[in-house]
């Protein structure tokens, strides 16, 4: 049976070791050079060297701990004087009346999509006039195949409501034509 230790240092000393666990290497801890000795252990510098000899071309080399990079992803936060205050946002747009002229709002107003639009246009009837532009490109780029000219006395919002009406009236079409062949 083994005495009884009071102390931790004691059992360390204590503890008989398995015989080939003798002739093995321990490893011992380094300070690397440059580096000057602070009172916390954490702080210091060190690597694991092995206290059995090295070739010469390895001599003098020491392991260091690895670290990574930081990594910085995403948008940097913009900072309260970089956000343009006097530009509305869509979603207030889209809620209430604006308080602003359509020359602020423009910018936000240019992004919208058509039914974002009407509705831009229900809350700001005095806008309708500015927003023909807005009108015309929209029916350039969603009706690309069709003639897009407003007829007379048309404004490109009506042309763009017509063919909107006409590409369902031909989707209506095509289905009832399909269920037809494969019902009856």
């Not at 050079?33 to 060297?49: E, I, Q």
């Not at 071309?57 to 910085?72: A, C, F, I, N, Q």
């Not at 009407?118 to 807005?134: A, D, G, I, M, Q």
Request: charged share 25%; hydrophobic share 30%; with cysteine.
């Amino acid at each position: 049976m083994a005495p009884l230790v009071s102390s931790s240092s004691e059992a360390v000393k204590s503890w008989k070791r398995p015989a080939n666990a003798m002739s093995a290497p321990l490893l011992r801890v380094k300070e690397e050079p440059g580096t000057s000795a602070t009172p916390h252990p954490a702080k210091k510098s060190k690597a694991l060297v092995s206290s059995t000899p090295m070739p010469k071309e390895t001599d003098g080399l020491t392991l260091r701990k690895r670290t990574l990079p930081t990594v910085y992803s995403g948008k940097s936060k913009a900072s309260i004087s970089d956000v343009n205050q006097t530009t509305p946002r869509l979603p207030e747009l889209l809620q209430r009346s604006a308080r602003c002229s359509y020359a602020e709002a423009a910018p936000t107003i240019q992004r919208c999509t058509a039914q974002q639009l009407e509705r831009v246009e229900k809350l700001n009837p005095h806008w309708r006039p500015h927003t023909e532009s807005l009108w015309q490109k929209l029916c350039a780029k969603d009706f690309k195949t069709s003639e897009c000219e407003p007829g007379d006395g048309q404004s490109w919002r009506a042309c763009y409501q017509r063919h909107v009406i006409d590409r369902d009236d031909k989707l209506a079409a095509f289905r009832a034509k399909f269920y037809k062949k494969v019902i009856g």
